[in-house]
């Protein structure tokens, strides 16, 4: 799954150690979701979502199979 | 310094810092059980039976807590990516684990190799978990 998680934390100027701690996950777990190593569950994508304030479908793209 | 300046890693995680502590009590209670074993069956202070069953076995009640501590942190992270890595991290110490012992054990029967007692499987065990975690972090770097 693609996601514009680097795209959407650079435009607000946040860290990944910011948007961890505002996931309440580790900076590690980030790091992951971003370079595509982890799809995160949904209801922590729901979370990603209102973080942002988009729909997870703005944020989330399924890949071509 | 605020909070934000210094992010959690998956170390300071409280599910983890819990899981670290009844870890290490459990480790701690088998060395605590096990040490003096040795010393009283060689001085031949153990008792008769049926106490000398219950201290001798005594020694496996903490490597129940050392299970248990790993199926509380399961349950209690909510961090779920660092779930994730420290599952695959349990499941391949098992599996080093029982390959290590399930050869050594042909070995024995076969191949005239050494004789190794049941009880040292859990000190292999935690040499198993530290490898595993290592390598699983190192994966995920």
Known sequence: MKNRLKV????????????????????????????????????????????FGLTIEQIFEECEA | ????????????????????????????????????LPLLSWRDRLPPAPWKYVIAAAPALPVAVVVWSMLRYLEEETDEYQRLLNTRAFIAAIGMTLVITTGWGLMQWFADVAKVSLFEVFPLFLACQALATAWVRWRAR
């Open chain 2, 1 to 36: 310094m605020s909070a934000e300046a210094f992010p959690r890693a998956f170390h300071d995680q409280p599910a983890w810092r819990r899981y670290i502590i009844r870890d290490s009590l459990g480790m701690a209670g088998f060395g605590a059980l096990f040490f003096p």
């Open chain 1, 8 to 51: 959407l934390r650079a435009e607000r100027d946040w860290s990944q150690a910011e948007l961890a701690d505002r996931l309440d996950v580790s900076r590690q777990s980030v790091n992951a979701i971003e370079t595509g190593k982890y799809d995160p569950s949904l209801p922590l994508a729901f979370r990603i979502a209102r973080v």
